[in-house]
T-cell receptor
Framework: AQSVAQPEDQVNVAEGNPLTVKCTYSVSGNPYLFWYVQYPNRGLQFLLKYITGDNLVKGSYGFEAEFNKSQTSFHLKKPSALVSDSALYFCAVRGTGGFKTIFGAGTRLFVKA | DVKVTQSSRYLVKRTGEKVFLECVQDMDHENMFWYRQDPGLGLRLIYFSYDVKMKEKGDIPEGYSVSREKKERFSLILESASTNQTSMYLC??????????????FGDGTRLSIL
């Protein structure tokens, strides 16, 4: 069965510091992995995806994610956090050939000025 | 840009009412989805549709039904609303899974309260 774990409910970071939001997954076959961001009272917005190829994926707003097959992880990173990055972040996974995308419970990111 | 529009941002209904949530997308996407979002639980799939008049149950279909008469429109129906269906409901659309595994595009959600 597919599953996604985001082990941190909340991540706090100071503006200008690097940030990491963690995600681990379990899926049969090769994974398709996604990160989404949700701002207050809005739907989810797509940030980036890993399908195949380079383990470091670059996405919107300066975010990137590192795919690690041996650790079944797909951590979201940004070299220098902005206050405007404060939001709810969701990791998601879909197995090869599957319809369903499984979402993690979400991690709330607070960036302090 | 893909636009997914949900007809209501906020809705208040009473227990036992039949409730309709409407969703329209403008990018000719085959796949459409209904999720509910609850704190600490992430998004849970209620139903999805991969073509007109086709529907598949998700993880929590009980108490819900759906309708997809036209490609652009996907409706979620609460047959007899109950207080445990108070939640944020999100609609999404996407291209078929085989087409480059494109991400889902979400509406802004409907915050539904059942009193």
């Amino acid at each position: 069965a597919q599953s996604v774990a985001q082990p941190e409910d909340q991540v706090n970071v100071a503006e200008g510091n690097p940030l990491t939001v963690k995600c681990t997954y379990s899926v049969s076959g090769n994974p398709y992995l996604f990160w989404y961001v949700q701002y207050p009272n809005r739907g989810l917005q797509f940030l980036l995806k890993y399908i195949t190829g380079d383990n470091l994926v670059k996405g919107s707003y300066g975010f990137e994610a590192e795919f690690n097959k041996s650790q079944t992880s797909f951590h979201l990173k940004k070299p220098s956090a902005l206050v405007s990055d404060s939001a709810l972040y969701f990791c998601a996974v879909r197995g090869t050939g599957g319809f369903k995308t499984i979402f993690g419970a979400g991690t709330r990111l607070f960036v302090k000025a | 840009d893909v636009k997914v529009t949900q007809s209501s941002r906020y809705l208040v209904k009473r227990t036992g009412e039949k409730v309709f949530l409407e969703c329209v997308q403008d990018m000719d996407h085959e796949n459409m989805f209904w999720y509910r979002q609850d704190p600490g639980l992430g998004l849970r799939l209620i139903y999805f549709s991969y073509d007109v008049k086709m529907k598949e149950k998700g993880d929590i279909p009980e108490g819900y039904s759906v309708s997809r008469e036209k490609k652009e429109r996907f409706s979620l129906i609460l047959e007899s609303a109950s207080t445990n269906q108070t939640s944020m409901y999100l609609c999404a659309s996407s291209l078929p899974a085989g087409e480059g595994n494109q991400p889902q595009h979400f509406g802004d959600g409907t915050r539904l309260s059942i009193l």
